[in-house]
């Protein structure tokens, strides 16, 4: 079981920037692909970004693509979105999540979610 908690969202304006986290419970971590997901009211839950457990491989949404960047440190169990150059369609709950498998790593079939934490950005 690996639980997940997500910190850092808040609200910006437009061009700013916010790092998000996302703690993990669970003496596994570095076995778990970590991905951020995002969620506007009438819109489907939408990929962000992953990263492979080890942190050598990275994956992001055409959207935030050289905007976004993803990272984790296994030691401190944490997973991190630096989110740069933010523009108001960013706004959403952002959730992170683990999957062990790099199948799913682009689609919603992870196996544990965080609750989410609201990002805002103002024009």
Known sequence: QVQLVESGG???QAGGSLRLSCVASGRT?????MGWFRHTPGK???????????GSSTFYADSVKGRYT???DNAKNTVYLQMNS???EDTAV???AAVGSIVFVRTS???YWGQGTQV???S
């Open 109 to 111: 079939r992870y196996e």
């Open 10 to 12: 808040g609200s910006v």
């Open 29 to 33: 971590f570095s076995t778990y692909y």
């Open 70 to 72: 993803i990272s984790r």
């Open 94 to 96: 952002y959730y992170c």
């Open 120 to 122: 805002t950005v103002s």
């Open 86 to 88: 933010l523009k108001p």
């Open 44 to 54: 489907e839950r939408e990929f962000v970004a992953a990263i492979s457990g080890t």
